[in-house]
């Protein structure tokens, strides 16, 4: 099985050691699905990660690098696909189909409420990271 993991839950996972997200990537270490990435998610990814630790707060200087590198060479990468017309109310949202598209998955795990309103474009279900751990219980 292929997913693709929206932004923030691979920001999530590489800023806190536990939670959901956490799990989805521990459920992806022990190769229970094949995650699919493009350059453009990727570099997203790192972009929103590094702002995250850069800001005064909590998360300020988490080393989310470690993850990333890991997924950099554990990840199947891909060409995005188009999808034609915008499809979430947040364009930047549409990464995250175009790579399912070209990749064959058929989950999305997001907590973005413009991606989960979708529901099931192109018939690829969109679900929250805990919903995804819970179908491997």
Known sequence: ????????????????????????????ARRKFQLAVTQEILA??????SEVVNRPGKYHGANWRPLFRWLHDKAGYFEP????????????????LS???????KIIASKDKDLLDLRKPFGIEIITPAIFVARFK
């Open 44 to 49: 997203e990814y790192g972009s929103a990660a």
């Open 1 to 28: 099985m292929t997913v693709v993991f929206d932004t923030n839950v691979f920001v999530s996972a590489a800023i806190a050691q536990t939670g959901v997200a956490r799990r989805c990537f521990a459920l992806l």
């Open 99 to 105: 790579c399912a598209l070209a990749s064959g998955a």
């Open 81 to 96: 696909a188009p999808v034609g017309k915008p499809r979430s109310r947040d364009v930047e949202d549409d990464i995250f």
